[in-house]
Structures are given as C-alpha cells and as structure tokens.
Nanobody, 126 residues
Framework: QVYLAESGGGSVQAGGSLRLSCAASGSTFPNMCMGWFREAPGKQREGVAV????????YYGDSVKGRFTISQDKDQPMVYLQMNNLTSEDTGIYYC???????????????????WGQGTQVTVSS
C-alpha cells in the first residue's frame, strides 16, 4: 500500500498559477508512476500529468501541455505539479495517484492506478 498526502491547491484568478505537492509513503519503489488526475463537476476523471519516477519520463494530458509541469523531488518520493496560465476549465478536484508494480505508466488510464490521495480543490475564476 502506498499512502499519498497532497498539499497546495486553492483559488486563483484566470491566468494565475498554483503548485500542488504529493508525498508518498509506505510501499514505495523506484520505478513507480506518480501523477495527477482531476475531476470536474459533470465530467469524467481526466489525466493531467504523470511521471515515471525511475527514468524521469513525463506524460501530459492534451489540455495542459505547455502550461503544467510535473517534477519530482530528488531525495524522496514526492512529485510536484506546477500549473501556470490557469483557466476556468482547470477547475476541479485534483487527485494524486501512484501505480502498483508492473503497471505501464499512462496518463490516459486512471483505472490502472491503485493508490489515491484524498484530493485537493483547485478553483479558477474568470
């Protein structure tokens, strides 16, 4: 079991920036995938960004490419999501997720992630 603790989020005006953090503990391992998914009212869960921790490979959802950046802490199992140029379409609950072993790292298949954080609200007002 991997435990995930999220921080960050909040409310911001359109065009602003926010940073999310997610710390993992428990049964972490070097080549797991960690990242962010979001849910907006009336919409399906959407992949935002994931990071293949070992190789450092990043995957982004189409709607956030060029605006969001996922990165990792070099000393501990922790990832960050820097969100710039936010729009009202980015409003939602952002969940940190971590994969189990032998899972292909993907931003498109949220069902493959077996560990989830509680979620943090991001609200962007126009």
């Amino acid at each position: 079991q991997v435990y995930l603790a999220e921080s960050g989020g909040g409310s911001v005006q359109a065009g602003g920036s926010l940073r999310l953090s997610c710390a993992a503990s428990g049964s972490t391992f070097p080549n797991m995938c960690m990242g962010w998914f979001r849910e907006a009212p009336g919409k399906q869960r959407e992949g935002v960004a994931v990071l293949f921790i070992g190789p450092g490979i990043r995957y982004y959802g189409d709607s956030v490419k060029g605006r969001f950046t996922i990165s990792q802490d070099k000393d501990q199992p922790m990832v960050y999501l820097q969100m710039n140029n936010l729009t009202s379409e980015d409003t939602g609950i952002y969940y940190c997720a971590a994969s189990g072993r032998a899972v292909k790292c993907s931003v498109d298949v949220w069902q493959s992630y077996s560990n989830w954080g509680q979620g943090t609200q991001v609200t962007v007002s126009s």
